[in-house]
């Protein structure tokens, strides 16, 4: 049998179809013909089940051979075969008018998320990397014969009686010169581990050597044991991962076990994980792990793992999960969830819609679950995860109304509430005037430790509100709770966050406080500090240095990506100087005779307030060392 003839397509070279879409992928070959020669295998067990076939299907595998000095990669299967029927039907015909379907449907898509096996293309991936390819075949039908096919990617192929004993299809794939660095052993090694780790059937590459005792227990002259070499077939993939088994087979160490295998270059140990494992109404398996966030957006993305049947798609998941979801680590495995779309086609799939609804409700159930069971190790684990619940509670609604019940606040002195408990706990102390209950925050004990004492010597509760996401939170907090306001510990002087309807009255006359206000302005930069003048306790600070709530949330929410903010991070930084008319040295400034002496006392106290806030800084740090070195003299 001979047989010549020309494929039907309109394309005078299959070459422009498969790199239009697939140039920068070009390693993506070896996992189409891998993934074809595994679903080949696959057939053959079913056919042998349903009783069609009666052939052995004990040793089943699939090979990678590379051959550097004939330039050639062979895939190896010994699945159903071919025969000259079913090459003519499956690859004469379809897959190249699926290339036509698949460059008209698809030519808008996203290039990196176009897969092209989808549309019976997978095949002629080959021949992004290779310059001829052939296919040696037999089917494991009685009496079936061997078939040669061979084409050099032109419409033109060869189709005759091939010489193949056993039953199953050779692919090999003669490299072109451009695509040469695929005949290298890493870099073959490197691509299967990145899609192949974990396909259902063994995938032998080449052979190991391992050292091991000798089996007779032969001795060298020193009495230890002779190692020898022994080789073995190098199996690449683990076939049974342990998102395809049920839960209920699994314990603590099974789970850590497969984090390590999945993530050998990770040296700390996931949290806890999520076991998924739904039939119906869609197929989704996989297993998520939450990592240790601690205050980290960026680095942690693109660690979750998106399979079909055991096949590696890719590790971005952005249009499949909420975003939210990208920061934890792990697998999912779905076929329901389509792959050559364009990302607004994927939002909108019904089976992808409600696989990410499962899969945050999933998040909030356990995150609920560990709250309610332990509460005190949810605690001690809520600094390596409140990123995670924070960012989900801004960016998905859903997620946000489950996780109010179990989102933390952890106060000044180390005790966590959670939100309504916390409101409860200073609704009536921490009321203002006007009705609100304000909540009093310091993302930086330590920076803000004069205002947190201001605030705590009052009795008033203050909350350890840190992170990038705060300025965002608190926002949201507030528009769901209109009955309540945050307020950073160093936006405004303790009496003005929470003002009373009873005030302190100032020493100074107003003439006095106009007096003063105009000395302390002739000293300051106008630009960025406005003078307030402020009656407090004479046991305050003489100075502070506040920044407006609102304007630095803005700034704050701006750097965080909040496209509505702009105009608010393009402005300068400004400050309120709060001036305690009751304090004496303020007082003193007023009562100095000598212009020096009251400048002096002036930039003293100005740099003592800007020194807690850790704004002072070069030039000016050297002339406060100096001038109080000579005040102490």
């Given at each position: 049998m001979k047989k010549k003839g020309n494929i039907n397509v309109t394309s005078e070279n299959i070459f422009p179809i498969i790199k239009q879409f697939l140039y920068s992928d070009n390693e993506i070959f070896l996992r189409e013909l891998v993934s074809n020669a595994v679903d080949a295998t696959q057939k053959l067990k079913t056919l042998k089940t349903i009783g069609e076939l009666n052939t052995d299907i004990k040793n089943l595998r699939v090979e990678v051979i590379l051959d550097k000095s004939e330039k050639t990669i062979t895939i190896r299967d010994n699945g159903v075969g071919m025969t000259a029927k079913e090459v003519d039907k499956y690859i004469n015909q379809i897959a190249f008018s699926g290339a036509e379907e698949f460059v008209n449907k698809y030519k808008d898509a996203d290039k990196k998320n176009s897969i092209i096996g989808h549309f019976g293309l997978g095949f002629y991936s080959a021949f992004m990397v290779a310059e001829e390819v052939e296919i040696i075949t037999k089917s494991q039908q009685p009496k079936s014969k061997p078939v040669k096919w061979t084409c050099d990617g032109s419409p033109n192929f060869t189709m005759k009686d091939g010489n193949k004993k056993d039953a199953g299809t050779d692919i090999v794939l003669h490299i072109s010169e451009d695509s040469s660095e695929f005949l290298d052993e890493n870099k073959l090694s490197t691509i299967l581990n990145k899609y192949c780790k974990f396909l259902p059937v063994e995938i032998k590459f080449g052979t190991k050597t391992e050292k091991i005792d000798h089996p007779k227990g032969e001795k060298d002259k020193e009495g230890n044991i002779i190692k020898i070499d022994k080789v073995s077939d190098n199996i690449i993939n683990n076939t049974k991962p342990a998102w395809t088994k049920k839960p209920s087979n699994l314990n603590e160490e099974h789970y850590k076990n497969f984090y390590r295998e999945l993530y050998p270059m990770e040296f700390t140990e996931p949290l806890f994980h999520i076991h998924l494992n739904v039939d119906f109404p869609f197929n989704l398996t996989g297993i998520l792990y939450f990592p240790k966030l601690k205050n980290n957006l960026e680095v942690q993305k693109n660690k979750i793992n998106l399979y079909s049947n055991q096949v590696f798609i890719t590790d971005n998941v952005e249009n499949i999960v909420p975003e939210f979801l990208t920061l934890l680590h792990g697998v999912i495995d779905s076929p329901d969830i389509p792959l050559n779309v364009s990302r607004s086609y994927l939002q909108a799939d019904a089976n992808v819609k409600k696989i990410s609804g499962h899969i945050t409700k999933k998040v909030a159930d356990k995150l609920s679950r560990m709250f309610k069971k332990d509460r005190k190790d949810f605690e001690n684990k809520w600094d390596d995860v409140k990123v995670f619940i924070e960012y989900g509670m801004l960016t998905e609604e859903k997620f946000f109304n489950k996780a109010k019940d179990f989102a933390l606040y952890k106060n000044t002195q180390g005790k966590y509430y959670t939100f309504n408990e916390f409101i409860e706990k200073v609704n009536k102390s921490q009321k203002n005037k006007d009705g609100k209950t304000i909540i009093l925050y310091t993302n930086d004990g330590n920076e803000q430790h004069g205002f947190v004492k201001n605030a705590t010597d009052k009795g008033y509760e203050v909350l350890e509100l840190g992170g990038p996401l705060i300025s965002h939170l608190v926002s949201k907090l507030e528009s769901t709770n209109t009955d309540i306001q945050f307020a950073r510990v160093d936006a405004d002087?303790?009496?003005?966050?929470?003002?009373?309807?009873?005030?302190?009255?100032?020493?100074?006359?107003?003439?006095?406080?106009?007096?003063?206000?105009?000395?302390?302005?002739?000293?300051?930069?106008?630009?960025?500090?406005?003078?307030?003048?402020?009656?407090?306790?004479?046991?305050?600070?003489?100075?502070?240095?506040?920044?407006?709530?609102?304007?630095?949330?803005?700034?704050?929410?701006?750097?965080?990506?909040?496209?509505?903010?702009?105009?608010?991070?393009?402005?300068?930084?400004?400050?309120?100087?709060?001036?305690?008319?009751?304090?004496?040295?303020?007082?003193?400034?007023?009562?100095?005779?000598?212009?020096?002496?009251?400048?002096?006392?002036?930039?003293?106290?100005?740099?003592?307030?800007?020194?807690?806030?850790?704004?002072?800084?070069?030039?000016?740090?050297?002339?406060?060392?100096?001038?109080?070195?000579?005040?102490?003299?």
């Open positions: 002087i303790i009496d003005k966050l929470i003002e009373k309807e009873e005030s302190t009255i100032s020493k100074l006359s107003e003439k006095d406080q106009e007096k003063l206000k105009k000395m302390i302005e002739e000293n300051i930069d106008k630009e960025k500090f406005t003078v307030q003048i402020q009656n407090m306790s004479s046991n305050d600070a003489p100075i502070a240095i506040t920044q407006s709530e609102f304007m630095r949330r803005m700034k704050e929410q701006q750097q965080l990506g909040n496209g509505g903010m702009q105009m608010f991070g393009a402005m300068p930084e400004s400050y309120n100087l709060a001036i305690n008319s009751n304090h004496k040295l303020i007082g003193k400034i007023l009562s100095e005779k000598t212009k020096k002496k009251r400048i002096d006392l002036i930039n003293q106290l100005l740099d003592l307030a800007l020194l807690s806030q850790g704004m002072l800084k070069g030039e000016s740090m050297t002339k406060f060392i100096s001038r109080s070195v000579n005040l102490i003299k």
